[in-house]
């Protein structure tokens, strides 16, 4: 069998306290992910993606809580761990990028001192050397002329840039896995590519795992190994990327797929729309959560949720009641 | 940097022009002239002597001829003699400013040193039983008005303790013990009023900082919580509150005025009072000619310190 994956999430349930009432926006979520694999974590605004990323290294703040489960990284159970022992892994085991680089980046920092403060307080480096491995970062990222911009601060680099000293940053000390929470959305699209380039040829180079965060389909097409589809909070379908796009068995990501022009399409292409709202978290529906918007919907989904189980091949998973018979017809139909 | 100096202190001009302008008539507006009180001190009241007394101090002139004199004297760094004393101006003013620097430097120390640290353990501990106390203090410091709490260090412990606040003056050069004796407690009163709002200021710009992006970032980073604080949050949410302190300098200054009365303070405040009240016009428009300018100079150091505090001002 499989090597125990470099992290495995197990039934992640998170939520928050709001004037709403609780908001569930995780749901019995399991993800693995092996080391040096790219997983990509797709689905519509709100569906729970970047709820999930940050409970890895529990960055939810003080409204978010987690109610149940397991995330066990390299055998430690994070969730478990002593407040000093989770910062221990931020950053240096783990790191993360994180959406907006015009807002994620210390405004009164110059953005040499942030590179190199992982390398400070993890490797306990004085500044100097610290500054030194900063600008050989910079430089592994396409900064030009890296060492004579140590100095600068972040409002002095362009958007792409910043998103470059992100990378920087992330890398710095070597991490066994970067999670990516939608990298490139608020970069202009010529840029978006070449950051998604660097970041895989660099987590590559140094067999980090990824975990990409996204809303484009043609993103995961590109660079993920893995994909796991997110709906109001749930994975409803997860598979190795090739399988996913040869035989997509949920009805959400047909519809997700159905208006892609082409799976190798313009990266930027964003998940096309599918008619009407995602449920609110805080009053879900008590059987499947898509069934308000789903073409195949009976009375079966509105009653009992479904679960995640096999789709055919080994690894691919979905969680609907339609027999995979009919889903299959079902795709037939449409094209 | 230094061209931006000189030219924030040429700006400067014209606004103590109008300062000087509008001090120099609401003095005149003010019920009551120094000539009847002069008569009233002196039990003559003849028609003769007033007018004798008017052209002997120049005040048989019209306003503005009054006022073309007194800015052609500033510019030449006379500011005039005391109506009253005889003394120049400047000679007065040059022995009462640095107690009211002093006083104010103090309370600034205290304001600072109560004010940033409550104000971030506030912020941090949002909502906790420390934060509602912090905070129900600096209400209490609001409501309170200074001469209340003047008055009450003046005669509640002598009542209790049969201790009271010393209220005789040392220059600080003769003995700083003995100074600092006297100055600390309107000091530390002066302070703690000024506490009140930059502590409020201090916790809602870190309650926004802690907020930020970049904070997400650098926890994500494994930057403890004192090293957040101490390298992340502080500078950028200091930003603001430099900018309240600059504007809290008149304030300072008219707290300066009350407690220097109640705790025999001889400084500007004190010389500012007695002179309103004898209308002594030169000594009033001196004192609020070195208060004007000192309130540009904080100012002017607050512009400075943004550059210090925030990149993006020091790259324009
Ligand atoms: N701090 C919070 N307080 C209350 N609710 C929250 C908070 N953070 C997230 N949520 C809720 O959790 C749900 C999932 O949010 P999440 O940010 O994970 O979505 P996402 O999939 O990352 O969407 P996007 O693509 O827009 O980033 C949302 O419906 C949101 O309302
Ligand atoms: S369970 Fe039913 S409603 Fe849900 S996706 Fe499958 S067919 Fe559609
Ligand atoms: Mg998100």
Redesign the interface.
Known sequence: MDPAPLLDISGLCVSFRTDRGLVRAVQDVSLQVRAGETLAIVGESGSGKSVTALSI?R?LGEAGRVDAGRIVFDGEDLLALEDRAI??????RI??I?Q?PM???????TIGMQVA??IR??RNAPWKDAYERAGELLERVRIPDAAGRLGD?P??LSGGMRQRV?IA?ALACRPRLIIADEPTTALDVTVQAQILELLKELTRQANSALILITHDLGVVARYADRVAVMYAGSIVETAPARALYAAPAHPYTRGLMASIPSIDGAIGARLPTIDGQPPDLARLPPGCAFALRCPHVFETCRATPPALMEAGTAGHLRACHLDADAAGAAVQERT | MQAYIVRRLLALAPTLFFASLIVFISMRLIPGDVIDLMLAQNDIATGQDRAKIEAALGLDQPVYLQYFRWIGGVLQGDLGVSLWRNVPVADQLWATLPITFELGFLALIVALTVALPIGVYSAMRQDTAGDYVARSFSLLMLAVPGFWLGTLVMVFPSVWWRWAPELEYTPFFEDPLKNLAHMIVPAILLGLSMSAVTMRMTRTMMLEVLRQDYIRTARAKGVGEALLVARHALRNGLIPVVTLIGLQAPLLIGGAVIFEQIFVVPGMGLLLLEAVFQRDYPVVSGVFLVVGVGVLLINLAVDVSYGWLDPKVRHQ
Do not use: T
């Not at chain 1, 910062?87 to 240096?92: E, H, L, S, T």
């Not at chain 1, 807002?103 to 920092?109: A, F, I, R």
């Open positions: 290294l960055l910062r221990a892994i931020r950053g240096d790191a993360m994180f907006e807002s994620s980046l210390n405004p009164v920092l403060e992982p307080l993890h601060y409002h002095q992100m940053m």
